[in-house]
């Protein structure tokens, strides 16, 4: 049965020609497509590698990337990235869907025994691209706009100072002229990254004139006891704040 809506085909239990005929078309005119059905799957590259028969779900998208899904994980269980040439055809009554690329020379192969699904997505040219929010730069954004989110009196100096450690995300000094150092993180952290920012304030302490004080600032919206505790063994603070 076929039934197409706003763009979008939709086949369930199409014979290996009817899927062939529109996995074709689609490939053509640069439209996103899904199957799922049973299949087997081999992979001829930098290796060689083959899948048994088995229910699962193919994405071929206008990009020329393939993804072979089962129903476990997120991640593909093969796969062949942007730029390769998608050819769909019928060998010995199966629908097979090819994959090649030239550089390196490389070929994944799709053959289905059965198809159960076939869906057929016209994304367009003018699909809207991926608006990413929550970043560690939108934190750098808010403190550099509002400087007393960290604390009163906070001045910022510069951002990705450079330290023989790794660059330093904001570099300041707090109402008394103590140089203040900010390591900013979007998610819940743990010691890694209060030893990340130990490591910034001990190279900068070697960097600057002797017997400088320098604060260290950890900047997440929040933190596990271990990093808590290991904050306060090595004279470290913490602000909570999120992206």
């Known amino acids: 049965m076929t039934a197409t809506e706003g763009g979008t085909i939709t086949l369930s239990e199409p014979s290996a ?3 062939r005929d529109h996995l074709a078309r689609a490939i053509d005119r640069g439209a996103l497509v899904t199957l799922f059905g049973r299949c ?3 992979y001829d590259g930098r290796a060689a590698s083959q899948l048994g028969l088995g229910e699962r779900h193919v994405m071929a998208k206008p990009d020329g990337t393939v993804l072979v899904h089962t129903d476990e994980g997120q991640k593909p269980v093969n796969w062949q990235p942007p730029g390769c040439t998608q050819e769909a055809r019928i060998e010995e009554g199966s629908l097979e869907l090819h994959s090649r690329r030239s550089t390196p020379e490389e070929e994944l192969i799709v ?8 869906a057929v997505f016209e994304t367009g040219e003018g699909s809207a691209t991926l608006s990413v929010s929550g970043t560690e730069a939108d934190m750098k954004g808010r403190i550099l706009e509002n400087p007393e989110l ?3 009196g906070f001045h910022p100096l510069a951002t990705e100072r450079d330290t023989p450690a790794g660059a330093v995300d904001i570099y300041g000094e707090d109402s008394d002229g103590t140089v ?3 390591e900013l993180k979007r998610r819940r952290v743990g ?3 209060v030893g990340q920012l130990n490591r910034y304030v001990e190279a900068l302490e070697r960097d600057l004139h002797a017997g400088v004080e320098i604060r260290g600032i950890l900047v997440a919206p929040s933190v596990t006891d271990r990093a808590r505790r290991l904050l306060a063994t090595r004279g470290l603070e913490y602000v909570s704040l999120t992206p």
């Open 17 to 19: 020609e009817e899927a």
């Open 40 to 42: 087997t799957v081999e």
């Open 111 to 118: 053959r289905f025994e059965c198809i159960s699904h076939v």
């Open 150 to 152: 960290i604390e009163p």
């Open 180 to 182: 203040v150092i900010l």
């Open 191 to 193: 010691p890694d990254a």
